[in-house]
Nanobody, 127 residues
């Protein structure tokens, strides 16, 4: 079983930045893809970004391009999400996800299957 643990969430003022991290442990993956999703109160979970195992291929939700950056630390098996110029609309629980399938584009599809989820980390942006 693979465990994903997110960290880095918190309270930030509008215009600020946060960097989320996701660490994989347990029966770690040797390949696959990672992603970030978010769910605001009263809304459906939505795709944020995805990245390949090597970090060479990335996908973003169109509305977040230019503000959010996903990256991989392959040496430590970490995935990061750098979030800049945050707005109150970014307030949500952010979830790390991992798939055994290597193509990260699968994570962009609505209602896609996700093999592993983290517990989530709260991000709150105050106005």
């Amino acid at each position: 079983q693979v465990q994903l643990l997110e960290s880095g969430g918190g309270l930030v003022q509008a215009g600020g930045s946060l960097r989320l991290s996701c660490a994989a442990s347990g029966r770690t993956l040797s390949s696959g893809a990672f992603g970030w999703f978010r769910q605001a109160a009263g809304k459906e979970r939505e795709f944020v970004a995805a990245i390949s195992w090597s970090g060479g291929t990335t996908f973003y939700a169109e509305s977040l391009k230019g503000r959010f950056t996903i990256s991989r630390d392959t040496a430590n098996n970490l995935v990061h999400l750098q979030m800049n110029t945050l707005t109150p609309e970014d307030t949500a629980v952010y979830y790390c996800a991992a798939n055994r399938a290597p193509y990260p584009g699968l994570l962009t599809r609505r209602n896609t299957r996700v093999d592993y989820w983290g517990q989530g980390t709260q991000v709150t942006v105050s106005s």
